[in-house]
């Protein structure tokens, strides 16, 4: 168990599109200051999950509470008003915008008076350099770099610096690392890692199990809606998460098999017949 504060707590939740179920009563607890790495196969329902928690859908049954306090979102941005911010794949950042206006989008501060308010370009900048930097990414040093020049990682990075900037207590991040590189998935789990040192709760999603071993405090496992293991770091071992997250399969003896079978033959994976 953990002595860390809930921030936010599911309980017997669950969600149907219409005639389908896909969340089938969930309970959970996140905490600040840790991460909660969320896994489960394709079409396991992390997604719906942290869609209900974020004020997309609502939760056909049961309740979410918010410090101790249930609430019902009436859409994203009512929960973004208490702290719940989603950094989306790629950043969900604007390739053509600065560094600076895409870290204060639609919160820019301004310069003047009245009508003679102008967009404090140097100060955004200033604050959207600092802050990222702050996050340990140097690279991005000069506010007025377009977006679309910055690397995958680089700009999750910035996405989450910004939800930290702006008040964020639970952060909630959909395979952030899914489709970046060694190194940039390594820049992205050392910033997940600054923002649970900062004191937010951190919800992470991923089909990669070192990645969640390594910044996870504590893991939940869906599997066909349901919660199928919730347990904390160190309880299982890597072969363990690994079925657990093939839906129970057994697939730490078929990684075995295969990287057994690589070592026989030059580092080449087993051909796979065409299907008749
Ligand atoms: N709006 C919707 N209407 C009907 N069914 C839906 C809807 N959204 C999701 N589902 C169904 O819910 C199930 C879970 O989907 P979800 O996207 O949550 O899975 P996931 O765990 O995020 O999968 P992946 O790892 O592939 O991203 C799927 O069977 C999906 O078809
Ligand atoms: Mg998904």
Same mark, same amino acid.
């Given at each position: 168990m953990s002595d860390k504060k809930v921030v936010l707590e599911l309980k017997n939740v669950d969600k149907s599109f219409g005639p389908i179920d896909v969340l089938h009563e969930i309970s959970l607890k996140v905490r600040e200051g840790e991460v909660l790495c969320l896994l489960g196969d394709n079409g396991a329902g992390k997604s719906t999950l942290i869609k209900t928690l974020a004020g997309v859908h609502n939760a056909t049954r049961g309740e979410i509470l918010v410090d101790g306090e249930p609430v019902i979102f009436s859409g994203p941005r009512d929960a973004q008003d208490r702290g719940i911010a989603t950094v989306h794949q790629f950043g969900g950042t604007y390739p053509l915008m600065s560094v600076g206006r895409n870290f204060f989008m639609g919160?820019?501060?301004?310069?003047?008076?009245?009508?003679?308010?102008?967009?404090?370009?140097?100060?955004?900048?200033?604050? %959207?350099?600092?802050?990222?930097?702050?996050?340990?990414?140097?690279?991005?040093?000069?506010?007025?770099?377009?977006?679309?020049?910055?690397?995958?990682?680089?700009?999750?990075?910035? %996405?989450? %610096?910004?939800?930290?900037?702006?008040?964020?207590?639970?952060?909630?991040l959909d395979e952030p690392t899914a489709a970046l590189g060694v190194k940039q998935a390594a820049h992205v789990l050392r910033i997940v890692n600054e923002a649970k040192k900062r004191g937010l709760a951190v919800i992470f999603i991923t089909h990669q199990v070192m990645h969640a071993m390594t910044v996870g405090d504590h893991f939940a496992v869906l599997i066909r809606g349901a919660i199928a293991a919730d347990f904390r770091k160190g309880e299982k071992t890597r072969e363990e998460i690994t079925d657990l997250m093939a839906g129970g399969q057994n697939m730490a003896d078929l990684e075995q098999e295969i990287e057994g079978y690589m070592e026989a033959h030059d580092g080449h994976p087993p051909k796979v017949e065409p299907a008749e």
């Amino acid at each position: 168990m953990s002595d860390k504060k809930v921030v936010l707590e599911l309980k017997n939740v669950d969600k149907s599109f219409g005639p389908i179920d896909v969340l089938h009563e969930i309970s959970l607890k996140v905490r600040e200051g840790e991460v909660l790495c969320l896994l489960g196969d394709n079409g396991a329902g992390k997604s719906t999950l942290i869609k209900t928690l974020a004020g997309v859908h609502n939760a056909t049954r049961g309740e979410i509470l918010v410090d101790g306090e249930p609430v019902i979102f009436s859409g994203p941005r009512d929960a973004q008003d208490r702290g719940i911010a989603t950094v989306h794949q790629f950043g969900g950042t604007y390739p053509l915008m600065s560094v600076g206006r895409n870290f204060f989008m639609g919160q820019e501060p301004t310069k003047g008076f009245g009508p003679f308010k102008v967009y404090d370009r140097k100060k955004a900048n200033k604050i %959207a350099v600092e802050e990222v930097q702050k996050m340990g990414i140097t690279r991005i040093d000069d506010g007025d770099r377009l977006v679309g020049g910055l690397s995958g990682g680089e700009r999750q990075s910035l %996405a989450i %610096a910004r939800a930290v900037y702006f008040g964020a207590r639970v952060l909630i991040l959909d395979e952030p690392t899914a489709a970046l590189g060694v190194k940039q998935a390594a820049h992205v789990l050392r910033i997940v890692n600054e923002a649970k040192k900062r004191g937010l709760a951190v919800i992470f999603i991923t089909h990669q199990v070192m990645h969640a071993m390594t910044v996870g405090d504590h893991f939940a496992v869906l599997i066909r809606g349901a919660i199928a293991a919730d347990f904390r770091k160190g309880e299982k071992t890597r072969e363990e998460i690994t079925d657990l997250m093939a839906g129970g399969q057994n697939m730490a003896d078929l990684e075995q098999e295969i990287e057994g079978y690589m070592e026989a033959h030059d580092g080449h994976p087993p051909k796979v017949e065409p299907a008749e």
